[in-house]
């Protein structure tokens, strides 16, 4: 059975097939599958906030969703600046919102 869509409308377009993971964005468990990259799984259960940006402050959820632009920069595992459309999902990865740039940002700041 097809997942149905969530409240933001998304839904996957076939039944997934893979074995089922759990990721956890900002603390809350997502269900995703091997295979999926982390953007995937995050828009297929109505994630619209990936990144917010360093100058206007609005919310970014991907753009090109092939690794060339830097609208799905997030913090994976304690990493920042890792790009959701071209990570692979590993189960238990903890994905957190990246304000503006990141880690590096906060340190020359503080
Ligand atoms: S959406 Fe552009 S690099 Fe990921």
Redesign the pocket.
């Given at each position: 059975m097809i997942e149905q869509e969530n409240r933001h409308g998304a839904r996957r377009l076939n039944e997934p097939s893979g074995v089922a993971l759990t990721l956890t964005y900002e603390g809350n468990p997502i269900p995703a599958y091997r295979g999926d990259t982390v953007?995937t799984a995050l828009l297929a259960a109505g994630v619209r906030v990936f990144k917010i940006t360093e100058v206007a402050g609005e919310p970014r959820a991907?753009?090109?969703?092939?690794?060339?632009?830097?609208?799905?920069l997030m913090i994976i595992d304690g990493q920042a600046n890792r790009?959701?459309?071209?990570t692979p999902v590993e189960d238990g990865m903890d994905v957190r919102i990246q304000h503006g740039l990141g880690a590096a940002e906060r340190e020359v700041q503080s």
């Open positions: 953007a991907g753009f090109c969703y092939s690794g060339r632009c830097s609208d799905c790009r959701a459309c071209v």
